[in-house]
């Protein structure tokens, strides 16, 4: 039996067309200013022959090539996205044929914006319990299926794109890089973001959503820190869901960061990628070599649901 896991490396994807804002307001009724000082966001890619599986395949690969481990060492793949149309085969199978991994545990997990957190945990999890040695956990979503593009309030907000991680038991004696999860949810407010029936549409009550975010969410975020036995003073970095910078900012004015602490704004640039946002973040720090390696990153997702999850990583 393992002590625990650690994220060995990490792959992201992302379609090559970019859609800025002004795009958008050509044919909304919406313009760059507003999603800019309301958002934060200035652009997001969307995918057009791409699937969710068929950028999770490609995060995925980068992932595990970056890890020098083979498709033969992965015994689980684990997808959180809320946006896969086809419900059978999933897309964890779709991932793990595309690559040549033989006979993994492979299923997908939908907790919308907090998926990748959830997912993570659940793979650390099966690594204690002995079930797994080497996982895939992946964050992947083709939003734009489901994005009504003739609804300024959703249409500006989304975006399509792929985080992944390689997970490893770490070896004996030392120290696990995947901290204890703090996952959590609030039922009663679940109707304020549906993605409903055949055909569906994103709708949200943004304000809702909005000030559940930045008046319910920064204790737990402290208390996934503490669960760690680390303070938040101490993180590198902070790598939040990417929906809005009005909302990052007001958990990190509550939790006490370092000034000189990293906090992920990848929304910028990609806009709210559901549950890949989380993981697509992070691995853009690691590539950018923005975190040390062993440093302590915060992650935490919250969304549709309404859920939350978060756990203290130490970047690869
Ligand atoms: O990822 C899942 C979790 N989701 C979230 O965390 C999202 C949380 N919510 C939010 O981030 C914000 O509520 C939004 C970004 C969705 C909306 O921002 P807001 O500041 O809450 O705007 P609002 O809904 O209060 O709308 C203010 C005004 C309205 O006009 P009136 O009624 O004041 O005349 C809207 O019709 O802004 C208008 N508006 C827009 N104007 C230009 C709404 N969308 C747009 C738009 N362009 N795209």
Not at 143 to 168: C, E, K, N, Q
Not at 259 to 278: Q, W
Request: charged residues 20%; glycine residues 10%.
């Amino acid at each position: 039996m393992t002590a625990g896991s650690r994220i060995v490396a990490m792959g992201h994807y992302q379609p090559s067309r970019v859609v800025t804002n002004d795009d958008l307001a050509s044919t909304l009724d919406t313009n760059d200013a507003w999603v800019r000082d309301r958002v934060g966001i200035a652009e997001r890619r969307v995918a057009d022959g791409e699937s969710v599986a068929d950028m999770a395949t490609f995060a995925a690969e980068k992932a595990l090539a970056a890890s020098g481990l083979s498709a033969a060492d992965i015994d689980l793949v684990v997808v959180a996205t809320c946006s896969a149309i086809d419900r059978c085969p999933n897309v964890a199978t779709r991932v793990a044929a595309r690559l040549g991994i033989v006979a993994p545990g492979a299923y997908d997990l939908n907790t919308a914006c907090s998926g990748f957190s959830y997912a993570l945990a659940s793979a650390d999890h099966a690594i204690r319990a002995g079930a797994s040695r080497h996982a895939l956990v992946i964050g992947s979503e083709k939003l734009s299926d489901i994005t009504d593009w003739t609804d300024r309030t959703t249409a500006v907000l989304f975006g399509d794109g792929a985080g992944a991680a390689v997970l490893s038991a770490v070896p004996d004696g030392e120290r696990p890089g995947v901290g204890p999860v703090l996952w959590g949810s609030a039922p009663d407010k679940g109707d304020a973001l549906k993605i409903e029936g055949w055909q569906p549409y994103i709708k949200q009550v943004g304000q809702v959503v909005f000030r559940w975010a930045t008046t319910e969410l920064a204790p737990f975020a402290i208390e996934v820190c503490k669960r760690a036995g680390v303070e938040p003073s101490e993180l590198a970095a902070f790598v939040p869901h990417q929906a809005n910078t009005r909302i990052i900012d007001g958990i990190v004015k509550r939790i006490g960061l370092n000034p000189d602490a990293i906090v992920a704004k990848d929304l910028v640039e990609s806009g709210n990628t559901s549950a890949a946002s989380v993981p697509l973040a992070l691995s853009k720090l690691i590539e950018r070599r923005e975190v040390p390696s062993g440093a302590p990153v915060l992650l935490f997702g919250f969304g549709g649901g309404l859920t939350y999850a978060g756990q203290v990583v130490r970047c690869p």
